[in-house]
């Protein structure tokens, strides 16, 4: 098929998914869907759909999704949450960091939305005892939250599709990212202290009724907490090992989550609300657009052109980590991952380095997200419940002068750190 036309509807849909506020999952399956059925190219046909949906990344978030429901109806999260509440004693400073790094910590490993979720009633709680909007301490929670889920393959949707794309070893990534996240962290920390929550110091006279919480009754069962905590450190050990007995991601995290409904006695369809098919759907929408652009040797031209603009490695990892990280403050990380996966396999072979741009994709798609309210689905969610609750007072560019700071202060560390390393090591 003509490659102006896969260009012009792959750009259409795009723009439509970026606009629309309730229908990008709709559009993206549906647009997915229809190169498909106008067979685009000879591989990308319904028999073949193995070969352009990552069903490695698919059932890697169902089985995930299943187990966080399982420890979520055990009441853990909750118990968590009030636990560091009380301890804050009333000093709100104190705890935005203790609640920022439970947040980023719970991220690694769970998805960030289920995270957010989890801890917005206790935020929402936080704000009216102390008496104040709490959209800028909810934007630190986020931008925290995202941070955390790049830290590992599972913490983010956009790292599971570069984790089985480029099937770098769990242990490695992590390393790899772990000192400009954890430096971009500090930076946040140091933002929000003297910007972002200054005024908010101190919610002491509101103390006694924080202390008064009661943790009786939070854990609703705990036997299962145990048996549900200790399966996801055996699927959380597994994807750590995952490289060395030849073992998908995917299915530590499937098999662990049929265990968990084993030993309940409940079935797929009992936790089925608890999937979020929205971003299922989601996802092979986007895998079947990329896949057209691939497919049609449209992604291999812009290798080849990346190439072209530079033959210096450092130049090549920073275009690969500011592009992507301002197409996704507009387009949302997982769309901008999917649009580079094949791009960034076909300069890696040219590299130094073996993963050092892959890691560039996924710190410029996660950290540029952070800077505007669609770059991340958790961004979107959090954003809307805070104006929902507290009647619609906030606007896209609040947040964005929140979260642009941050991330091009995130996106500058990392390209330090990148060089840094070719430096060193290429």
């Not at 229809?34 to 949906?53: H, N, Y």
């Not at 995290?253 to 409940?266: I, N, P, R």
Request: proline residues 3%.
């Amino acid at each position: 098929m003509d490659r102006i036309f896969i260009v012009v509807y792959f750009i259409l849909t795009f723009i439509f998914i970026v606009l629309s506020k309730r229908r990008r999952v709709l559009i993206a399956f549906t647009a997915g869907m229809m190169l498909v059925a106008l067979k685009v190219s000879e591989s990308m046909r319904i028999e073949t759909i193995s070969q352009f949906v990552d069903f490695n990344a698919i059932f890697l978030l169902i089985g995930m999704m299943v187990i966080v429901a399982v420890i979520k109806s055990t009441g853990f999260f909750q118990y968590v949450a009030v636990r560091t509440l009380k301890a804050t004693k009333g000093n709100i400073l104190l705890l935005s960091v203790l609640f920022s790094a439970l947040i980023a910590a719970f991220s690694m490993v769970l998805d960030n939305v289920t995270t957010m979720i989890m801890f917005m009633p206790i935020i929402f709680f936080v704000a009216d005892t102390a008496g104040f909007n709490p959209f800028g301490f909810t934007a630190v929670m986020i931008l925290a939250s995202n941070i955390g889920g790049c830290m590992t393959l599972v913490g983010d949707p956009p790292n599971i599709i570069i984790g089985n794309a480029s099937k770098i070893p769990f242990l490695t990534f992590t390393s790899l990212v772990f000192i400009p996240l954890v430096l971009t962290y500090i930076v946040l920390m140091l933002i929000s202290r003297f910007k972002i929550l200054r005024g908010l110091s101190s919610i002491s006279d509101k103390k006694d009724e924080i202390q008064g919480l009661k943790l009786d009754g939070v854990i609703t069962n705990r036997k299962l907490m145990y048996v549900s905590l200790g399966t996801l450190i055996v699927v959380v050990i597994g994807f750590a090992v995952h490289s060395i007995v030849d073992i998908e991601m995917s299915l530590f995290a499937v098999l662990g989550a049929a265990f968990l409904l084993l030993y309940t006695g409940k079935d797929f369809e009992s936790v089925a609300n608890e999937v979020d098919w929205n971003a299922i759907l989601f996802f092979i929408g986007l895998f079947s657009l990329a896949y057209s652009l691939e497919s049609t040797g449209i992604t291999s031209e812009l290798s080849d052109l990346a190439l072209g603009l530079s033959s210096n490695p450092a130049v090549l990892s920073m275009l690969i980590l500011w592009v992507s990280g301002m197409i996704a403050m507009v387009t949302g990380a997982i769309p901008v991952v999917t649009i580079f996966i094949p791009i960034v396999a076909e300069l890696s072979v040219h590299y130094p380095l073996q993963y050092d741009l892959w890691i560039a994709l996924a710190l410029g798609a996660n950290l540029g997200g952070n800077g505007t309210v669609t770059g991340h689905l958790a961004n979107v969610m959090c954003f809307e419940m805070v104006n929902k609750e507290y009647g619609n007072t906030h606007s896209f560019l609040d947040f964005m002068k929140i979260g642009f700071p941050s991330s091009v202060i995130s996106l500058a560390i990392s390209s330090l750190f990148l060089i840094i390393r070719l430096v060193i090591f290429g």
